[in-house]
């Protein structure tokens, strides 16, 4: 039996199995990077050890470092986890070599056959399971729309939509690029992009006993940049299409021997027709919303199965209720999904029945706590919340309600697109694909109305008011700005994330009531204070009383009442000189590494040519010029590493 098991892995991964090694009495080992020593998932691990280095061909992707990471640690199991390593067949076939060491996961040869994605397809073909047209060389491609694929690994990475010949070179050796640096496999294939389709999969597990079985399905059709965001279980699927998708699942674990946890995808179309995508070897990141329709615990099957024991269950197991999961991602969704960093000051969602673990209700995965830090180096994910009801209108009401309500603070989420999604009236009526995102722009708006942002504001400067009054060292029980013969209003300058500026006017009574107040641009909007303190201000606006929590981290300010959520800076009264910028600079948008520079001091582009490539938490960053220009300053190489608002490079305008 399992005794020690290390995670080859980190963030809520790793804090997932961890939590079922706990209730099995199985001793958990971490590894981890650098940037992840203060990490929640290595203070919950009995034993930790360190990976040299921060980037993740460092630390979690090199296979000897992990490997001496078990000897030295004693371990008797390894579990990858997802991402990573967990789809490289060498580094199964190498745990599995060390004797004493059990893997927790496919053979080795199941991983290799289904990791070459186009001999899995002429395999998986022979067994009867459906296909889209594919192609390898660029040469061979005639009809479009297309879609290039990463061979290796999976997670959206390496993936362009091609709509025309012109595009093709370009997106295949960009996806190139980014496999090779997710996966270390460059290797890329092409296949018939399906327009409107959905994005269906169906959990399998198998065991050493010839055992293989379809435990359920999902819909994950929601997505950006390809990578799933909203996931449900079960699918919205007539009962025969079910049938027929689980028997192809099956086929497809049967004709490679599967033993273990894995995903059959499939592609499909808006004619009820479904084609293979691929097979995911591992534990898939939505696994929790299968667990909460079925009530197993997926991690102590995989552990059971890696010890020779038999699954539990004979058959598919019944659903009960519907599940959804959300990905909250540190991102901006109104710059293009571009990733945030920085530390999260405050993180707390209401409302959270269980934790890593199969439950009725709210569940949260997450791989961040308070002052957290979201580093450039992985993955963009935060944490899963997951949704459980009898019904799905009842688990999507529940879903949006709970992020709704969320203290996300100090990096930018894709919160409120999430909680837009869920309420939108195309996702409760089940009409949903991989276009979604493409076809509903209205779901990429702020919860919080622009006419709103004031109200927050006001809250904001009435809170710092009521904390300057608690430390102030006498008179501190009259109100802010107070006098005898009303005079000058105070005056705040806020900005928010979206660039807004708002200035507060406000003055208080004798009886620290609200005066008078009044904002630029919006004017004055009806409003009596009833409470102020620190944190929380209570205000009756349009008839309405608002409770609005308050957290103030420097000049920063996060403002969360029942109209949405705002972060503020607070603008000082008298800004510090800034160092001009030539004309046509161009700023890095987040941290990251310069991966290839495409253009030369002197050379003229035009608007949308690229300039450069970021590389950030996995993906490419295009830089592209902003106008018709010749290229006058080019003050970065590849490889350079660039901090936000960075020179990239000056374009001088025509």
């Not at 190498?94 to 899995?120: E, N, Q």
């Not at 050796?173 to 018939?192: H, L, M, Q």
């Not at 995808?265 to 995508?277: C, K």
């Not at 957290?372 to 994910?381: E, G, I, K, P, Q």
């Amino acid at each position: 039996m399992i005794q020690r098991l290390l995670v080859a892995n980190r963030g809520e991964i790793a804090r997932r199995i961890f939590a079922t090694c706990r209730t099995l009495g199985i001793t958990t080992i971490a590894v981890y990077s650098d940037a992840d020593a203060a990490a929640p998932f290595v203070a919950e691990a009995d034993l930790a050890t360190r990976l040299p280095g921060h980037t993740p061909a460092e630390t979690y992707l090199d296979m000897a470092q992990i490997l001496r990471a078990a000897r030295r640690t004693g371990a008797d199991a390894v579990h990858p986890g997802y991402g990573f390593l967990a789809e490289n067949a060498e580094f199964a076939m190498r745990v599995a070599d060390h004797a004493g060491l059990t893997w927790v996961g496919p053979p080795a040869k199941a991983i290799a056959a289904m990791g070459d994605k186009m001999a899995a397809k002429a395999l998986l073909a022979d067994a009867g399971v459906p296909m889209l047209p594919t192609w390898t060389d660029d040469d061979q491609v005639t009809d479009f729309p297309v879609l290039v694929k990463a061979s290796a690994g999976g997670g959206g990475r390496g993936m362009r939509i091609v709509r025309d010949a012109a595009g093709l070179g370009e997106a295949v050796a960009s996806a190139r690029r980014e496999a090779a640096a997710a996966f270390g496999d460059g290797t890329v294939f092409i296949e018939r992009y399906v327009e409107r389709g959905r994005h269906v999969e169906v959990q399998i597990f198998g065991d050493t006993h010839g055992t293989v079985l379809a435990l359920g399905d999902r819909d994950c059709s929601i997505q950006r940049r390809h990578q799933k965001i909203i996931e449900e279980a079960p699918a919205v699927l007539d009962p025969d299409l079910r049938g027929r998708l689980h028997a192809a699942a099956v086929a497809a674990g049967r004709a490679v021997e599967y033993v273990g946890a894995g995903t059959v995808e499939f592609l499909l179309a808006p004619d009820g027709e479904f084609s293979f995508l691929e097979m995911n070897t591992r534990l898939q990141v939505e696994h929790p919303v299968t667990e909460a329709v079925t009530g197993l615990d997926l991690v102590r099957l995989q552990l059971l199965v890696a010890e020779g024991e038999p699954l539990p269950l004979a058959v598919t197991p019944p659903v009960d209720g519907h599940a959804i999961e959300v990905r909250l991602c540190a991102e901006d969704p109104a710059q293009n999904f571009r990733p945030a960093t920085g530390t999260l000051h405050g993180f707390a969602i209401p409302g959270v029945a269980g934790e890593f673990t199969p439950t009725k209700g709210l569940r949260l995965d997450s791989g961040v706590v308070d002052g957290s830090t979201v580093s450039v180096h992985y993955d963009s994910m935060l944490a899963k919340l997951v949704a459980w009801a009898p019904t799905r209108a009842e688990a999507a009401r529940t879903l949006a309600g709970a992020l709704a309500r969320a203290e996300l603070h100090g990096v930018v989420t894709n919160r409120d697109l999430l909680v837009r999604t869920l309420r939108s009236r195309e996702f409760g009526a089940a009409d949903v694909d991989t276009g979604f995102l493409d076809r509903n722009a209205e779901v990429f708006a702020p919860l919080l109305p622009a006419d709103l942002l004031p109200v927050t504001a006001l809250a904001a400067a009435l809170a710092s008011a009521a904390e300057r009054r608690l430390a102030a060292p006498v008179l501190g029980g009259l109100p802010s700005g107070w006098r005898n013969v009303p005079a000058f209003p105070q005056v705040v300058r806020y900005a928010d994330r979206a660039g807004r500026e708002v200035e507060i006017r406000y003055r208080l009574d004798r009886h620290g009531a609200l005066a008078e107040w009044s904002s630029e641009p919006a004017g004055e909007i009806p409003a009596r204070l009833d409470e102020a303190g620190p944190d929380r201000v209570v205000l009756t606006v349009l008839e309405s009383r608002w409770q609005l929590r308050v957290r103030r981290v420097g000049s920063e300010v996060f403002v969360d009442g029942p109209a949405g959520a705002a972060s503020l800076t607070e603008l000082p009264r008298f800004p510090l000189p800034e160092p001009e910028l030539a004309a046509g600079s161009l700023l890095a948008p987040l941290p990251g590494a310069v991966s290839r520079v495409h253009v030369e001091v002197g050379q003229r582009v035009s608007a949308g040519d690229p300039l450069l490539t970021l590389e950030a938490m996995k993906l490419e960053h295009p830089v592209l010029a902003p106008a018709d220009g010749v290229v006058a300053e080019l003050p970065v190489a590849a490889g350079t590493q660039v901090d936000t608002g960075a020179v990239l490079a000056v374009v001088n305008p025509d």
